[in-house]
T-cell receptor, first 112, second 110 residues
Framework: SQTIHQWPATLVQPVGSPLSLECTVEGTSNPNLYWYRQAAGRGLQLLFY??????ISSEVPQNLSASRPQDRQFILSSKKLLLSDSGFYLCAWNTGTGSGYTFGSGTRLTVV | GQSLEQPSEVTAVEGAIVQINCTYQ??????LSWYQQHDGGAPTFLSYNALDGLEETGRFSSFLSRSDSYGYLLLQELQMKDSASYFC???????????WGAGTKLIIKP
C-alpha cells in the first residue's frame, strides 16, 4: 500500500536560521508531489509541485525552495527563515489520474 | 480571477443532515473535490466530481452542477466525529493542481 512520510511533526526555529523538511512516498512510482502551507484557520496555499525528478514548479514567490533528488523524495528548504514562514506545512502526492491527494501528517513550523 | 466560496462555519445537531455549499469561479474546470480536516490533522480526501450529478459514499454525498459552477457536500446521520473543517477544491487544468476554498468549520452539537 502507498504511504507518505513527513517529518518532523513540529519545529521551532529562530528567524534567519535554515530549514529543511523532508517528505518521502512509498508504494508508488513517479508520483506528482506537492508542498502546501496552511496558516491557522485558513485554506491551503500551494508552494511547489513536481511531476518528476528535478522538475520543480513554484507557485508563490518567497524565500523557500524545493528539490526532488529522487523519484519519491521531496524536500522543502530555506536559507533564512522569516517570521511569516510560520505555518503548517503539508506534503501531498497523487497519481495524476484525477483521484484525490494523499497528504502527509504535516509539520507545524513556528519561527521565533 | 479564481475564487471558491464556501461558508466559514456551519452548525448542526448530531443525527441530522447538513449541506456545505461551494461556488467557484475559475478559468477552467476539470472537477471538484472535497476534503475533511480535523483540528491539528492533515486533510483527507472525501470525493471527486467531474460530471454533473450526485455521488454517494456511505453517509457522505457530493453534488456538482457545472452549468451553475456549484457543488455541495451532504453529510447524513451526523456523528460527533464529523466535527471538522471541510474544504472544496477545484482542479482547473490538465495539471493536477488544485485551487482551494478557505474551508467550512462544521460544529456538531449533541
Amino acid at each position: 500500500s502507498q504511504t507518505i512520510h513527513q517529518w518532523p511533526a513540529t519545529l521551532v526555529q529562530p528567524v534567519g536560521s535554515p530549514l529543511s523538511l523532508e517528505c518521502t512516498v512509498e508504494g508508488t512510482s513517479n508520483p506528482n508531489l506537492y508542498w502546501y502551507r496552511q496558516a491557522a484557520g485558513r485554506g491551503l496555499q500551494l508552494l511547489f509541485y513536481s511531476v518528476g525528478i528535478g522538475q520543480i514548479s513554484s507557485e508563490v514567490p518567497q524565500n523557500l525552495s524545493a528539490s526532488r533528488p529522487q523519484d519519491r523524495q521531496f524536500i522543502l528548504s530555506s536559507k533564512k527563515l522569516l517570521l511569516s514562514d510560520s505555518g503548517f506545512y503539508l506534503c501531498a502526492w497523487n497519481t495524476g489520474t484525477g483521484s484525490g491527494y494523499t497528504f502527509g501528517s504535516g509539520t507545524r513550523l513556528t519561527v521565533v | 480571477g479564481q475564487s471558491l466560496e464556501q461558508p466559514s462555519e456551519v452548525t448542526a445537531v448530531e443525527g441530522a443532515i447538513v449541506q456545505i455549499n461551494c461556488t467557484y469561479q475559475t478559468s477552467g474546470f476539470y472537477g471538484l473535490s472535497w476534503y475533511q480536516q480535523h483540528d491539528g490533522g492533515a486533510p483527507t480526501f472525501l470525493s471527486y466530481n467531474a460530471l454533473d450529478g450526485l455521488e454517494e459514499t456511505g453517509r457522505f454525498s457530493s453534488f456538482l452542477s457545472r452549468s451553475d459552477s456549484y457543488g455541495y457536500l451532504l453529510l447524513q446521520e451526523l456523528q460527533m466525529k464529523d466535527s471538522a473543517s471541510y474544504f472544496c477544491a477545484v482542479r482547473e487544468n490538465s495539471n493536477y493542481q488544485l485551487i482551494w476554498g478557505a474551508g467550512t468549520k462544521l460544529i456538531i452539537k449533541p
